[in-house]
């Protein structure tokens, strides 16, 4: 579940952060939690396994991900499409 978070943040990181959306193309909020991510992996002394494995487990949950399709499904993430 997804959480809301309100900060307050100086006008000169506000528009810091608006002039890196705009060159980047990506939303404010995705902006801040990949920064937020970065800062905390660095804070702590690494990434965990939870954080290297996040983007490969389906929003909907692990139970998504059915026994026959493992093998494509890590195919496709870790090599993509194959040529024939």
Do not use: H
Not at 27 to 52: Q, Y
Not at 58 to 70: C, L, M, S, W
Request: proline content about 5%; charged content about 35%; overall charge positive.
């Amino acid at each position: 579940m997804r959480r809301t978070v309100n900060a307050r943040i100086p006008p000169r990181v506000e528009q810091k952060l608006a002039d890196y959306c705009a060159r980047r193309g990506v939303t404010r909020s995705s902006a801040i939690v990949r920064a937020l991510e970065r800062f905390l992996d660095r804070e702590t002394g690494g990434r965990d396994a939870w954080s290297l494995a996040a983007d490969l487990i389906p929003e909907k949950g692990i139970a998504q991900i059915q026994a026959d399709r493992v093998r494509e499904l890590a195919q496709r993430a870790f090599r993509g499409p194959r040529a024939r």
